[in-house]
């Protein structure tokens, strides 16, 4: 959940993609030949978590938000596919590959659930979409997805039994919410201090800073964790299908409304890329202090937000074809016989 500006949203999303993996491989690595230091690195996540939250929130861009209200429709469209088409697919399909795991379903259908408030905004300026409307989404997909949450949790996953409504929102409260009006209150502070120029430097060494603790913070999981987590390797060939099924459906949903509701171009790329990208990072972070000690849970979360990458950037090619071909077809129109 990286809130850069739109120059630099790919770049980062590169880099966090490398960071994980080094991440996990040197979290693996030394969960497995130093166990007593890796199971230290596991048992001391809460800073890191911390830090992640704080960075998170401080980087929210909340102006942008009144720029973008007359774009009420295209906001609405993209609200119902996101928080109410999109997680019941994603249920669908954890259901249909996983249930014979039930930990990795419930990481799945977490992930699946949350939409992305970062790096599709790279995506969705490389595609040449509404990157300005785009960057209105963020403050209200971010809101959303941890209101809804809990009620996913308890609709979608209620096998896990220990859920207690009661304690995700005293967690929510105490972990985000406060932590939320402490960076937002912080960022806001710094704005009227610093000046607008300054500030935005502020901004940038905080967008810079988050993807390696995201990458520190999954390396303390992997190195925590790993005896666990190779205990079931056997089925992450399935978890990594029901990724790629997911992402394949979300694109069928996300022609189908863009036909349907005949969006210009530039918004038919933003819900292409809103769709298919999933706030892996926030949803992480949430359920480590919801569902502790749940490693395969986690494990989920995170490959998914490996395989999102690859998938986002054949999702830019797509859409630029669609633009030339569409380009071409008025060409054709247009010009005289």
Do not use: K
């Not at 109410?84 to 992930?111: N, R």
Request: hydrophobic share 55%; proline share 5%; with cysteine.
């Amino acid at each position: 959940m990286l809130t850069l500006s739109s120059h630099d949203r790919l770049p980062a999303a590169t880099l966090t993609s490398s960071l994980l993996v080094m991440a996990i491989i040197i979290g693996a690595l030394l969960g497995h030949f130093a166990p007593v230091r890796g199971q230290w690195l596991g048992d001391n996540v809460d800073t890191t978590l911390l830090t992640m939250i704080g960075l998170l929130f401080f980087s929210v861009r909340l102006n942008v938000l009144a720029q973008q209200a007359s774009n009420l429709r295209f906001i609405a469209i993209a609200m119902v596919a996101n928080f109410i088409v999109v997680p019941l697919i994603g249920y669908g399909v954890a259901s249909l590959f996983m249930s014979a795991h039930p930990l990795l379903m419930v990481g799945l259908v977490i992930y699946f659930m949350s939409p992305c408030t970062d790096w599709f905004l790279g995506f969705t300026r490389l595609a040449g979409g509404n990157v300005a409307l785009g960057m209105a989404l963020i403050p209200v997909n971010m809101a959303l997805q941890l209101l809804l949450y809990p009620v996913y949790l308890q609709w979608f996953t209620p096998h896990t039994g220990a859920v207690d409504p009661p304690l995700i929102a005293t967690t929510l409260l105490y972990w985000f919410l406060l932590p939320a009006i402490a960076a937002l209150t912080l960022h806001h502070t710094l704005r009227f201090m610093l000046g607008e120029q300054r500030f935005e430097q502020c901004l940038t060494f905080a967008d810079r800073a988050t993807p390696w603790v995201i990458a520190l913070l999954v390396l303390q999981i992997f190195a925590g964790n790993i005896a666990s987590i190779l205990a079931h390797r056997y089925v992450f060939a399935w978890l990594l299908l029901s990724v790629f099924v997911f992402f394949v459906l979300t694109f069928v949903l996300s022609e189908a409304i863009s036909r349907g509701c005949r969006l210009d171009y530039p918004e038919h790329a933003l819900l292409t890329m809103t769709i298919a990208a999933r706030n892996a990072p926030l949803m992480l972070a949430v359920t480590m202090t919801v569902l502790p000690g749940q490693p395969l849970i986690y494990a989920a979360l995170v490959i998914g937000m490996l395989v999102e990458f690859p998938h986002l950037t054949l999702l830019r090619r797509i859409l630029l074809a669609l633009r030339r071909r569409r380009a071409q077809a008025s060409s054709a129109v247009d010009s005289p016989s």
